[in-house]
């Protein structure tokens, strides 16, 4: 195509393009010419209608603007005072937000102090495991030493035993070269025996006397505080020694009533005593699981004897030397003492617990009262037990004396009963009881009279009873106690009597 025809396209493009913009233009004005084609007067009409229609939506526009004033002073003054609460609510929060700080700094160095506090915790943890483990470690090995120990003390026990047998033999042996030295002179032995008692020269005979009822109390004397369980008379004298809860010994002189002296040195209250046949030595049983022998010339203690385990509550010594003691506690052991050497020779076990002593004349064998009733006799030498006997039904045996001429021996019970037996045959022979009379304790200790015609025994009821022995019958009460009596003893000479009670009075009666 030349270039002349393209110049011809494009004119005829431009005249349709103007056409096009004339009929657009038409269209838009045309409105606008047809209001000019209507008369003046009814485009008049309509423009004041307008002109009114205007006028009363500007008057509701006044009266809306009003409205909207008012609204908008209200909308203001409550801006104004959210402005101010948002400024408080702002400063608030600034306020919480600085303390929120602080909490979070104390919170922190709160768990800084709480790993410290975990780490220490830790650490003493670990310490006392370390101190179990070493406590466990120290009481297994106590445990073993405890052990080893009980084992060294049985194998110190068993050596003991054997060594007190093999004691036992050389004794038995010496004993036996003894008596065929004395054979020769029996004859003169037997001139020496006064009332039953052997002794090496007749010295004390012209003491003995018939004994006599006592009706009257000569010297009521507080003798111990917390109670005086123990008293005996030393022999061929007037003169009474005491034992009582306050752990000391007192000899009396019962002619005028006065303290002649007092040993000390038992760790216990005495619950019985004894003395040597020269009146030199005074052995006392002790609730402190020990035996105590005192010289009553210097008052002083010369052997404390150990070896029981439980309180000692029965003691008695030879009656022709003043070498060998017995006693009696409640581990269920009786012991044999050698007062020379100072420790036992001999132990005696049995399972009933023994409440009283005493020698036979000879001086060869033990008798026991016990718990389950029976009197049993036992041989000082072997150990073994010689025979046996129901004492007392059912009812603990109290006390056990035996008579000036070694043929009769005095049980008291729990039943209430006094029993007199024949050492010979061990059948009994008598059998005292009174009404009203009642054994105060399991060591409430009665008496035989010296010349054996009667029996004096304690009441819980505070009355001391005589018996006549050969009428069976209550001859006499003495009422002066005001406690439970625990213990009679009746003086070698025929008198005085003596009583003891549970408050530590001692009564002298003649």
């Known amino acids: 195509m030349s270039q002349e025809e393209i110049a011809r396209e494009a004119i005829k493009h431009a005249l349709k393009a103007?056409?096009?913009?004339h009929l657009v233009e038409e269209g838009a004005h045309a409105p606008a010419i047809i209001a000019l084609s209507r008369p003046i007067i009814s485009q008049g009409s309509e423009w004041k209608e307008k002109a009114d229609n205007l006028e009363t939506e500007l008057q509701q526009c006044y009266k809306a603007q009003s409205r909207l004033s008012e609204q908008l002073v209200v909308e203001v003054a409550e801006s104004r005072s959210s402005k101010a609460l948002l400024q408080e609510k702002e400063s608030l929060i600034t306020s919480l937000q600085e303390e929120l700080t602080q909490i979070r700094d104390e919170c922190s160095q709160l768990k800084t102090d709480l790993e410290e506090k975990i780490k220490a915790l830790e650490l003493v943890v670990s310490e006392n495991q370390q101190?179990?483990?070493?406590?466990?470690?120290?009481?297994?090995?106590?445990?073993?030493?405890?052990?080893?120990?009980?084992?060294?003390?049985?194998?110190?026990?068993l050596q003991k035993m054997q060594d007190a047998e093999r004691l036992n033999e050389a004794n038995a042996l010496y004993e036996d070269m003894i008596d065929r030295l004395k054979a020769s002179g029996l004859e003169k032995l037997a001139k020496q025996q006064v009332d039953g008692v052997v002794r090496r020269s007749e010295e004390g005979a012209e003491f003995f006397a018939e004994s006599t009822v006592p009706s009257t109390c000569k010297h009521k004397i507080n003798a111990h505080e917390g109670g005086c369980a123990s008293i005996l008379f030393e022999y061929n004298s007037a003169r009474l020694i005491s034992g009582g809860q306050d752990k000391s010994i007192k000899l009396w002189d019962t002619n005028t009533g006065s303290l002649s002296s007092t040993l000390y040195g038992?760790?216990?209250?005495?619950?019985?005593?004894?003395?040597?046949?020269?009146?030199?030595?005074?052995?006392?049983?002790?609730?402190?699981?020990?035996?105590?022998?005192?010289?009553?010339?210097?008052?002083?203690?010369?052997?404390?004897?150990t070896g029981h385990t439980d309180k000692v509550c029965a003691v008695d010594v030879s009656k022709i030397s003043s070498r060998h003691v017995v006693s009696a506690a409640y581990d269920r052991t009786l012991k044999v003492w050698d007062l020379h050497k100072g420790y036992c020779v001999n132990t005696i076990i049995f399972h009933s617990?023994?409440?009283?002593?005493?020698?036979?004349?000879?001086?060869?064998?033990?008798?026991?009262?016990?718990?389950?009733?029976?009197?049993?006799?036992?041989?000082?030498?072997?150990?073994?037990?010689?025979?046996?006997?129901?004492?007392?039904?059912?009812?603990?045996?109290?006390?056990?004396?035996?008579?000036?001429?070694?043929?009769?021996?005095?049980?008291?019970?729990?039943?209430?009963?006094?029993?007199?037996?024949?050492?010979?045959?061990?059948?009994?022979?008598?059998?005292?009881?009174?009404?009203?009379?009642?054994?105060?304790?399991?060591?409430?200790?009665?008496?035989?009279?010296?010349?054996?015609?009667?029996?004096?025994?304690?009441?819980?009821?505070?009355?001391?009873?005589?018996?006549?022995?050969?009428?069976?019958?209550?001859?006499?009460?003495?009422?002066?106690?005001?406690?439970?009596?625990?213990?009679?003893?009746?003086?070698?000479?025929?008198?005085?009597?003596?009583?003891?009670?549970?408050?530590?009075?001692?009564?002298?009666?003649?």
């Not at 019985?272 to 009553?296: E, G, K, M």
């Open 18 to 21: 103007l056409r096009k913009r």
């Open 131 to 157: 101190i179990r483990a070493q406590l466990e470690e120290m009481t297994m090995k106590a445990k073993n030493a405890e052990a080893e120990n009980k084992m060294l003390v049985d194998r110190w026990m």
């Open 266 to 305: 038992s760790l216990g209250s005495v619950l019985d005593l004894a003395i040597t046949h020269d009146n030199r030595s005074v052995i006392a049983a002790s609730s402190s699981n020990n035996l105590y022998v005192w010289d009553v010339n210097s008052g002083r203690v010369r052997h404390t004897l």
């Open 353 to 510: 617990n023994c409440n009283a002593l005493a020698f036979s004349m000879d001086g060869q064998t033990i008798f026991s009262g016990h718990i389950d009733g029976n009197l049993r006799l036992w041989d000082i030498q072997t150990g073994k037990l010689l025979s046996e006997v129901a004492a007392h039904s059912l009812a603990a045996v109290t006390s056990i004396s035996l008579s000036r001429s070694g043929n009769i021996i005095l049980t008291s019970g729990r039943d209430n009963l006094h029993n007199l037996f024949d050492i010979r045959s061990l059948e009994v022979c008598g059998s005292l009881r009174a009404t009203g009379n009642r054994v105060a304790s399991n060591w409430s200790r009665s008496c035989i009279s010296p010349d054996e015609s009667y029996v004096a025994a304690g009441s819980a009821d505070g009355s001391v009873y005589i018996w006549s022995i050969s009428k069976a019958d209550i001859v006499r009460t003495l009422k002066e106690h005001t406690a439970p009596v625990l213990s009679c003893s009746w003086s070698g000479l025929g008198k005085p009597l003596a009583s003891a009670d549970k408050n530590g009075v001692v009564c002298v009666w003649t």
